[in-house]
């Protein structure tokens, strides 16, 4: 099966909830016809920590299909302290 990469942007609090990235921004490899829901898994980020999801800038759904050089960030919930 071929892969595509794509991009992916997280903050520190997902950064520290994601059992597999390493940094912020980070190329993932995932494969082809790949959607948002199967990158959350591919990086070890749980879905209830996510507010929403742009692709490109544009909001974008869990089932959205991924593409080569799409750049994916994740926006948590927001709390106060």
């Known amino acids: 099966m071929s892969t595509i990469s794509v991009q992916v942007k997280v903050d520190n609090f997902l950064l520290k909830n994601s059992s597999r990235l390493k940094a912020c921004h980070e190329i993932v490899e ?5 959607s948002i829901s199967t990158l959350l898994e591919i990086i070890g980020l749980n879905k209830n920590l996510i507010s929403f999801v742009t692709v490109n800038g544009e909001r974008k759904d869990l089932a ?18």
């Not at 995932?30 to 790949?34: A, D, N, T």
């Open 30 to 34: 995932v494969p082809e016809q790949s």
């Open 64 to 81: 959205y299909r991924l593409h080569e050089k799409d750049v994916v960030a994740f926006y948590p919930y927001i709390s106060g302290g």
